[in-house]
């Protein structure tokens, strides 16, 4: 069966990068009893798929992946939390059958908090003078973040942002910025849209 799951990563698994996931995942799964589908091939691995990766130090709140096991008791979802660090958490899942995730992650919605003295007008004003190189979809200032939301989280990243604000003088660097992804999922033209949940 081919299994979608949203999941958390928070606290200092945001350090955890991307490309560990994938065994962190297996690990879990091994010890929670559960048993991933192996890919075809001369060298055998766990069939999985990961949404768009997040650059370290970025939290995520409703990241995508799915999983090829073999079975998915009624309590498979506490089994495996109980196995997976603090600060990754499985929140829902389901099975699924049609397009994968690559072709339905098309937006990606940030909260942007300040950490230094910059005002945040000028921040706001910056990836506004940079929509279309940003693949801006939204964005809103608040009294003490920006709300943003972007297409093809796979091409247009936090790192992108950071590096774009960077080059405006609006911030010195990541320091100055925490920077959460709330949602992953599909634009239905006014908001990002979650996969699941």
């Known amino acids: 069966m081919r299994l979608r799951v949203t999941f958390e990563k928070r606290g200092l698994l945001c350090f955890i990068p991307h490309v560990e996931l994938p065994k962190l995942f297996c690990r879990s799964a091994r010890r929670a ?14 069939k999985l798929s990961l949404g768009p990766a997040l650059p370290m130090g970025v939290l995520g709140l409703s990241e995508p992946a799915e999983f090829w096991l073999e079975s998915w008791p009624p309590e498979a979802m506490k089994e495996w939390n109980a196995h997976l660090p603090e600060g990754i958490k499985l929140l829902c899942a389901e099975e699924v059958f049609g397009k994968s995730l690559n072709e339905l992650c098309t937006a990606a919605h940030y909260e942007i908090f300040l950490r230094g003295s910059f005002p945040l007008g000028a921040i706001y004003r910056a990836i506004a003078k940079n929509a279309s190189a940003l693949g801006l979809l939204a964005l809103e200032q608040g009294d003490e973040k920006l709300e943003l939301s972007q297409g093809d989280p796979n091409r247009h990243t936090p790192s992108e942002l950071v590096k774009c604000l960077v080059d405006e003088n609006a911030i010195n660097g990541w320091q100055d910025l925490l920077v959460v992804r709330r949602c992953v999922g599909g634009w239905d033209g006014e908001r990002v849209r979650p996969l699941l949940g």
């Open 33 to 46: 009893g559960l048993k991933l589908q192996s890919t075809a091939g001369l060298v055998p691995r766990p």
